[in-house]
């Protein structure tokens, strides 16, 4: 990318993706040296550049929950301040699987402080604060825990999938080339699939 191009991404920085704004950001900072110095080449101010630059610097999946909007930025501004990726992906699933009751950006701030203070995980720090139960178990057609379930949305987002649907998508793969005895058979197996499909739905509202 040359500095013509990453200029003018920087001029549309709201329209393009988190991960070439932070390229563009790299080399006009080669060319104009820090934040201050590139603000005074473009529209952004000082603390917008920094505050996408850091944003661009997030795991994959995380940023694409970002661009969805399922992430708010304000949000995702103090997941950025986490140094431990794990960390980093734990507090962004909370807050994403908590919806509407997700805490304040003020909360999540404290969460954040308190784990960088203390050098916890997340994990501990929102199980102390917020009584998350890791290990809590939800009724699919086999019990499933909320800690295996954040493991299949990270798998789902890095791949830009939300988990249901990477539920949807293993279950298609486990039937493909399947043989069945009997039409009883294929019946039953259905009926289990439709249970785990309407309890799939009802964890992902």
Same mark, same amino acid.
């Given at each position: 990318?040359?500095?013509?191009?990453?200029?003018?991404?920087?001029?549309?920085?709201?329209?393009?993706?988190?991960?070439?704004? +932070? %390229?563009? *950001?790299?080399?006009?900072?080669?060319?104009?040296?820090?934040?201050?110095?590139?603000?005074? %080449?473009?529209?952004? $101010?000082?603390?917008?550049? !920094?505050?996408?630059?850091?944003?661009?610097?997030?795991p994959p999946g995380i940023r694409w929950k970002v661009?969805? +909007?399922?992430?708010?930025?304000?949000?995702?501004?103090?997941? =950025?301040?986490?140094?431990?990726?794990?960390?980093?992906?734990?507090?962004?699933?909370?807050?994403?699987?908590?919806?509407?009751?997700?805490?304040?950006?003020? @909360? =999540?701030?404290?969460?954040?402080?308190? !784990?960088?203070?203390?050098?916890?995980?997340?994990?501990?720090?929102?199980?102390?604060?917020? +009584?998350?139960?890791?290990?809590?178990?939800?009724?699919?057609?086999?019990?499933?825990?909320?800690?295996?379930?954040?493991?299949? =949305?990270?798998?789902?987002?890095?791949?830009?999938?939300?988990?249901?649907?990477?539920?949807?998508?293993?279950?298609? @793969?486990?039937?493909?080339?399947?043989?069945?005895?009997?039409?009883?058979?294929?019946?039953?197996? $259905?009926?289990?699939?439709?249970?785990?499909? $309407?309890? *799939? %739905?009802?964890?992902? @509202?």
């Open positions: 990318m040359d500095i013509i191009a990453a200029r003018d991404i920087l001029e549309n920085y709201k329209h393009q993706p988190l991960d070439k704004v +932070g %390229e563009a *950001i790299t080399v006009v900072k080669q060319e104009y040296g820090t934040y201050e110095g590139i603000a005074q %080449e473009v529209s952004p $101010s000082a603390s917008t550049i !920094a505050k996408y630059d850091a944003l661009s610097k997030l661009e969805q +909007g399922q992430l708010p930025g304000t949000y995702a501004e103090q997941i =950025c301040r986490l140094n431990d990726e794990n960390d980093q992906w734990v507090l962004a699933f909370f807050i994403v699987d908590a919806g509407k009751q997700a805490p304040s950006v003020r @909360e =999540c701030k404290q969460v954040v402080d308190d !784990a960088r203070e203390t050098e916890r995980s997340v994990k501990e720090v929102l199980t102390e604060r917020f +009584g998350v139960e890791f290990d809590k178990t939800v009724t699919l057609v086999l019990p499933v825990d909320y800690w295996f379930r954040f493991k299949i =949305c990270r798998t789902g987002w890095n791949r830009h999938k939300n988990w249901a649907d990477l539920a949807y998508e293993i279950l298609g @793969e486990w039937l493909n080339g399947r043989e069945f005895s009997s039409t009883a058979d294929l019946k039953a197996i $259905s009926r289990q699939l439709s249970d785990v499909a $309407s309890r *799939i %739905e009802e964890l992902a @509202e």
